[in-house]
């Protein structure tokens, strides 16, 4: 059984920094490669970052240089630090693993006024 529980979002100004969490149930998560995703409204999800259990990194060019996706494997969480956000970083964003599985959480939302 696979569950996901993201948190951190909120309202932040653009320029500001936010710290996601995501809280992973999941068999053998220290394999897994674990991602961040995020939906606007209207939009399709997309993929943001990525980290292989060994802690490999990508990234989607739209966040390269702001964003940071690292994980605790003792924890099974994965978090995303967001700095220098704009206003189209907006969207609720939600971890899955990579590729995802059919499960997902309810994420959390991004808000980023300019």
């Known amino acids: 059984q696979v569950q996901l529980v993201e948190s951190g979002g909120g309202l932040v100004q653009a320029g500001g920094s936010l710290r996601l969490s995501c809280a992973a149930t999941?068999?053998?998560?220290?394999?897994?490669?674990m991602a961040w995703y995020r939906q606007a409204p209207g939009k399709q999800r997309e993929l943001v970052a990525g980290?292989?259990?060994?802690?490999?990194?990508n990234y989607a060019d739209f966040v390269k240089g702001r964003f940071t996706i690292s994980r605790d494997n003792v924890k099974n969480t994965v978090y995303l630090q967001m700095n220098n956000l704009k206003p189209e970083d907006a969207a609720v964003y939600y971890c899955?693993?990579?590729?995802?599985?059919?499960?997902w959480g309810k994420g959390t939302l991004v808000t980023v006024s300019s």
């Open positions: 899955n693993a990579l590729p995802a599985y059919s499960n």
């Open positions: 980290i292989t259990g060994s802690g490999n990194t």
């Open positions: 999941m068999r053998i998560f220290s394999i897994n490669t």
